[in-house]
């Protein structure tokens, strides 16, 4: 039978990660992956105004009720899941929590967090923590781009007198970027309030004024004295039930997505840790530049790969299909891992637009029982071709589980996945994957930063070797330039910097060296003014031999160059 009781904000922070804990059904803290949005502030501001911050759902249990793994023999009268800790000292880097052996918890009474994990892991990153974040324009492989800060608040802060909301200013501040004291700054750090044992002799010591000291009482009183923790506490030592519970608490609002609510259904039923190993997955596709390929891609896949309807909704995740993924587990992953190996050869990592190209690679290699090393280079030849087709066409960023029936259809009785391609373009045109020489004049006008700007060129330079080497999309002219203080440049073309006519496919080093320097002297020094290596250079580039390649010929460079990219896709996607 549940209860409801409450605490104070201190005697919670105070026993997290001692005997509150979060259950693996829970999604990961999400409040700082758009910091700008202030919600840890917020929440401090709230607090501070007598603003409710809802209640909380614990889930009362002993830790003798919690099959621990000690026993070769499952108990069936135990508990079997996992505990995780809150995040204190959340980085960027890695913003998981951690898994922690249950036999190494100290106290006997837990208390598993179903509902409150953002505002308690916020409670507890601003009063004992940190967050470290990565600086605006930061490098992710530059220590010094991430800085450490904690929470502080101005008790000297003078609201705005038109902004009625505007009463308490609350920063996470690293400790060298707090101002010096003055009379309109005095920094405290939010975290102090928990340990301050004499607040009169504090605001004597530091000459607070009586309305600083008020504020400063005013938080010692929130935070220590008041019972501001409102929560529901379920005792029965049923993981059924409060699985319905966490689901029907959940799916009511906002707070979860419901994908998030999916993969706390199948965390809840796989025997093994998916949510560790899922974590291991996407975040290795991060790092590979397939930030468009995570857990929500990763579930639907699964779901695909089984032949399960693929349409996220409860009944989609039942026992048959969670069962069903996990049995073939490692074959799924491995499908996964081998069409995203495909397609980082292909020169997409950073670029690709949609996860699902990766999805239907998985499936053709998943139904094949194909892995990397045994992909036939003709299977290869046409995978690329789908990926820029797929690319181009934006195929999958609208209507995208009708898309995906669409390619089992397609992919129905194949032998190779050029079978595939053929079929999927000749089906009817609402179900059409190809692109035509009717869609050449669309592609000409294709600006850098489209999806379709990599595909199209790599359509241009068939021969480059992207598995080997790293290729960016380079600006003959350099947009730098494309000012009015260029005076070679006619003021008509200050706009045309980022057209497809203006791009080329660079090596990386070759694209780095070269900067923003003019393309007659580039092209020049690169080639030691020799005449011949300089020809070859632009008839491989669509360039007219005859241009200069100097500012005041970019009109008929680009006259010129359109026409030629305007034959050479012709030619290529003449059926």
């Not at 090393?373 to 934006?394: H, P, Y």
Request: hydrophobic letters at 35%.
């Amino acid at each position: 039978m549940g209860k409801f009781n409450d605490k104070t904000i201190k005697d919670v922070i105070d026993e997290i990660n001692v005997s509150y804990f979060l259950p693996d059904i829970q999604r990961e803290y999400v409040w700082l992956d758009r910091a700008s949005e202030k919600k840890i502030e917020q929440l401090f501001d709230s607090i501070l105004r007598d603003y409710p911050i809802g209640s909380f759902l614990f889930w009362k249990l002993k830790k003798s009720d919690i099959d621990t793994g000690n026993s070769p023999i499952a108990d069936p009268d135990k508990l079997n899941f996992q505990l995780y800790r809150f995040i204190e000292e959340y980085d960027v880097r890695n913003p998981h929590n951690d898994k922690i052996d249950i036999n190494r918890i100290d106290s006997n009474d837990l208390n598993v967090v179903l509902d409150g994990q953002q505002r308690l892991t916020s409670l507890f990153i601003g009063l004992k923590g940190s967050r470290t974040l990565k600086k605006p324009k930061g490098w992710w492989d530059n220590p010094s781009a991430f800085e450490k800060k904690q929470l502080y608040l101005n008790l000297r802060y003078q609201p705005s007198e038109e902004d009625t909301e505007d009463c308490y200013q609350f920063e996470f501040k690293a400790l060298d970027q707090i101002p010096n004291v003055d009379e309109s700054n005095f920094w405290y750090k939010v975290g102090d309030i928990l340990t301050l044992s004499s607040l009169h002799r504090y605001c004597r010591e530091n000459n607070l004024s009586d309305d600083e000291a008020d504020l400063l009482e005013k938080l010692k009183n929130v935070i220590c004295n008041e019972r501001l923790i409102s929560y529901f506490e379920e005792s029965e030592k049923n993981l059924d039930k409060v699985l319905k519970i966490f689901i029907r608490v959940n799916s009511g609002g906002a707070k979860l997505s419901y994908s998030d609510l999916l993969m706390s259904i199948l965390t809840a039923n796989f025997s093994s840790d998916i949510r560790g190993q899922m974590n291991e997955y996407v975040d290795k596709f991060r790092y590979d530049g397939f930030w468009c390929y995570g857990r929500d891609q990763i579930l639907k896949t699964a779901l695909y790969l089984i032949g399960a309807n693929h349409v996220f909704n409860l009944k989609n995740f039942n026992k048959r299909n969670i069962n069903a993924i996990e049995q073939n587990w490692p074959a799924i992953t491995t499908a996964i891992t081998d069409a995203v190996r495909v397609v980082q050869d292909f020169g997409y990592s950073g670029q690709l637009a949609s996860g699902y190209i990766i999805t239907v690679i998985a499936y053709y290699l998943y139904q094949h029982s194909l892995t990397y090393g045994r992909l036939s280079n003709a299977d290869k030849e046409a995978m690329l071709r789908f990926v820029r087709t797929a690319q181009i066409t934006s195929y999958f960023t609208t209507s995208l589980d009708t898309k995906l029936n669409y390619v089992l259809e397609g992919m129905f009785g194949i032998t190779d996945f050029a079978s595939f391609n053929d079929r999927m373009a000749k089906v009817d045109a609402n179900k059409a994957l190809k692109v035509s020489v009717d869609d050449v004049e669309g592609l000409l006008t294709l600006q850098y930063g489209s999806p379709a700007v990599l595909p199209v060129l790599q359509v241009l330079y068939p021969h480059l070797n992207y598995k080997n080497a790293v290729f960016h999309i380079d600006h003959i002219y350099p947009k730098s330039k494309f000012t009015t203080r260029n005076q070679s440049l006619s003021q008509d073309f200050l706009d045309d910097k980022n057209y497809l006519f203006n791009l080329q496919l660079l090596e990386g080093t070759e694209n780095i060296s070269k900067k923003d320097a003019d393309p007659d002297i580039w092209v020049d020094e690169y080639f030691d003014h020799d005449p011949i290596k300089i020809a070859d250079y632009k008839t491989k580039n669509y360039i007219d031999t005859t241009c200069t390649l100097k500012w005041d010929d970019f009109g008929t460079f680009m006259e010129k160059r359109t026409e030629l990219l305007r034959e050479a896709l012709i030619l290529a996607f003449k059926v």
